[in-house]
């Protein structure tokens, strides 16, 4: 299984630009929960914690494609550093802001300002792999090990987070997130010799109008759905463990889901694939749906173990065939502004997932509130379908997105 990402290892920058990208994407997974620890900590007071949480999370998911539509424009690095700059001073002031007991107000003001500033590592670190690797297949298994990382990351982030918001006291959980991501992001923006070559293009498939086509919208959407099961099991599971007196156990089981997609992840990147990315892509999310209505059997913590592993089992299936269809699909001159996008979808998801998710808690108790990750991984497979239709239809009205020449005048393969 782990032959194929051997062939990643002798390219030249990969393993400094994906450690790098590592290190920048760790504040997705500890800010959000850093900020509730932080103003829970300090006033006790839950609604506002999660009312600042999510301003944070959605100006993320409103700015970064617009971010990224910059990268795409400027370059990486030229972009980045300021951004970087902007996330960690930002952040700074908004610990300062919680601790010093400023304007409410301004608590909400810095928290958007922070999550605006922090920019999609993520779409960063893929459009390298597309930019150093030809092969269509190999970029495949570098999505996966890359899909791999962000599951590491939300494996990582959210028990640090907390062992040091809890264990020393609520700022340091928050600042360290902002130290990690200011390392990373600065060292990334360091490493020039693999930052994909600006493509400048106004009009036409590489242009703002090339970068809204079917596949691009198909995924988003998707993922938006996708995005509502990860944001309701957070808050589903500790509710369930809680109601079953052992609330210990939420963080174990969903380690366990998160260890389900690291080795479907590993496993799928692996495969050398026969079926088209968009056929693909509508397998694994009808898997995906398949096994998550196996929340209705929960009956015992044990029991959801078992079904967590199984549902965690289809994510990065999911992730990795959408985010490759996209790539296959898209100019380079707009390729990390639509991964960006496919990242927003995700987050906005999992904003919606979480909220709904606590208020059907409280109405008709937890065992039965993981309907809504059958709802939102359902509605995920018939966005897919209906996804795949349109991504056909245009496939065979239009031409194949060919790849801008490299610098020795080949051209990369494109599906």
Not at 349 to 364: C, E
């Amino acid at each position: 299984m782990f032959g194929p990402y051997a062939a990643l290892l002798p390219v030249s920058g990969a393993f400094s630009f994906s450690s790098m990208g590592f290190l920048a994407r760790m504040p997705i997974s500890m800010t959000g929960l850093g900020a509730v620890l932080l103003v829970a900590g300090e006033t006790g007071r839950y609604g506002i914690a999660g009312a600042v949480a999510g301003v944070l999370a959605l100006s993320f998911a409103i700015i970064s494609p617009q971010v990224a539509r910059m990268v795409d424009r400027f370059g990486q690095a030229r972009v980045l550093r300021p951004a970087v700059m902007l996330f960690g001073a930002a952040g700074v002031g908004f610990v300062m802001a919680v601790e010093l007991q400023a304007p409410i107000w301004t608590w909400f003001l810095l928290a958007a300002v922070t999550g605006a500033s922090g920019p999609n590592i993520g779409s960063m670190v893929r459009a390298r792999w597309v930019n150093v690797l030809d092969d269509p297949t190999t970029r495949q298994t570098a999505f996966a090990f890359e899909s791999v990382v962000d599951e590491i990351v939300f494996v990582i982030g959210p028990p640090l987070v907390t062992l040091l918001a809890t264990a020393i006291s609520p700022p340091v959980g928050f600042l360290t997130a902002v130290i990690i991501g200011l390392i990373g992001g600065l060292g990334f923006a360091t490493l020039t010799a693999t930052e994909p070559p600006v493509t400048r293009t106004t009009e036409g498939r590489g242009g703002r109008r090339g970068v809204l086509i079917p596949a691009l919208i198909s995924v988003t959407i998707t993922y938006v759905a996708v995005g509502t099961v990860f944001g309701a099991m957070d808050v589903v599971v500790v509710a369930y463990a809680d109601e079953q007196d052992n609330i210990g156990l939420s963080g174990v089981i969903l380690a366990v889901y998160a260890a389900g997609s690291l080795i479907a992840g590993l496993a799928y990147g692996a495969v050398a694939w026969r079926r088209g990315l968009a056929g693909r892509f509508l397998f694994t999310t009808l898997a995906f749906g398949v096994a998550a209505s196996g929340f209705l059997l929960v009956n015992s913590l044990l029991v959801l173990a078992g079904l967590a592993f199984l549902a965690g089992a289809t994510i990065a299936p999911v992730l990795v065939s959408g985010m490759s269809l996209v790539e296959s699909r898209l100019p380079r001159a707009a390729l990390t502004e639509g991964l960006s996008w496919t990242t927003t979808g995700i987050t906005l998801g999992v904003t919606l997932g979480a909220s709904i998710s606590g208020s059907v808690v409280d109405s008709i108790g937890a065992e039965r509130s993981f309907i809504v990750q059958v709802v939102g991984a359902s509605s995920a497979a018939v966005l897919a379908a209906v996804g795949y239709v349109a991504v056909r239809r245009a496939d065979r009205r239009g031409e194949p997105v060919v790849r801008p020449a490299a610098p020795d005048g080949s051209r990369p393969g494109s599906e």
